[in-house]
């Protein structure tokens, strides 16, 4: 069964440094992979997605993520980050053929000024 | 657009009574979700819907009946509500026919539970 790890549920970074939020998955089967973003109370928006092809997605807002096979890893990553990017993250999965999405946990990002 | 909307945004419930949590998208999406978020457990997956009239079950459907007998609606019930159920409930939907996999989501209800 497919299922998602946050490694950090909150990652403190000073405001213009750069920043990795880290994301492990596990399957059996080929997967999709997703970084959503949730700002204070409001709902989720996808922030990039991995299908197929590129290995190194970008998305919105300065955000990229590489999908690793062999570390099973979706790590996303910004060059430097602004007060704007305070918010909690969240990691997603889902197993080709399986029309379940899983999340981790999240990671809330905090910037410090 | 309006997107995926979802009412009431704010509910207090007592333990024992029963409500109905709307959602209506005019996406024409095909997959419609609910999903519960709580404190250190991200979100986890109640009921799902494929289409209207096909409804499956998620990792804590417990507690919960959903229906789908339009496209548009996919209402979530609670049958006779537990203060374990108090959340923030958020549904969702997408295109189901692989070609987008982006999922919009609603604003969220919240939901407590006496």
């Known amino acids: 069964a497919q299922s998602v790890t946050q490694l950090d549920s909150q990652v403190p970074v000073f405001e213009e440094a750069p920043v990795e939020l880290r994301c492990n998955y596990s399957?059996?089967?080929?997967?999709?992979l997703f970084w959503y973003v949730q700002y204070p109370n409001q709902g989720l928006q996808l922030l990039l997605k991995?299908?197929?092809?590129?290995?190194l997605v970008k998305g919105i807002n300065g955000f990229e993520a590489e999908f690793n096979k062999s570390q099973t890893s979706f790590h996303l990553r910004k060059p430097s980050v602004h007060i704007s990017d305070t918010a909690e993250y969240f990691c997603?999965?889902?197993?080709?053929?399986?029309?379940?999405?899983?999340f981790g946990t999240g990671t809330r990002l905090t910037i410090i000024p | 657009n309006a997107g995926v909307t979802q009412t009431p945004k704010f509910q207090v419930l007592k333990t024992g009574q029963s409500m109905t949590l709307q959602c209506a998208q005019d996406?024409?999406?095909?997959?419609m979700s609910w999903y519960r978020q709580d404190p250190g457990m991200g979100l986890r997956l109640i009921h799902y819907?494929?289409?209207?009239?096909?409804?499956d079950q998620g990792e804590v459907p417990n507690g919960y009946n959903v229906s789908r007998s339009t496209t548009e609606d996919f209402p979530l019930r609670l049958l006779s509500a537990a203060p374990s159920q108090t959340s923030v409930y958020f549904c969702?939907?997408?295109?189901?026919?692989?070609?987008?996999?982006?999922?919009?989501f609603g604003s969220g209800t919240q939901l407590s539970v006496l």
């Open positions: 969702a939907s997408r295109r189901g026919d692989g070609t987008n996999e982006k999922l919009f």
């Open positions: 399957s059996s089967v080929s997967v999709y």
């Open positions: 991995y299908l197929s092809g590129s290995t």
């Open positions: 997603a999965v889902r197993d080709f053929g399986n029309e379940k999405l899983t």
């Open positions: 996406m024409n999406h095909e997959y």
């Open positions: 819907s494929v289409g209207a009239g096909i409804t």
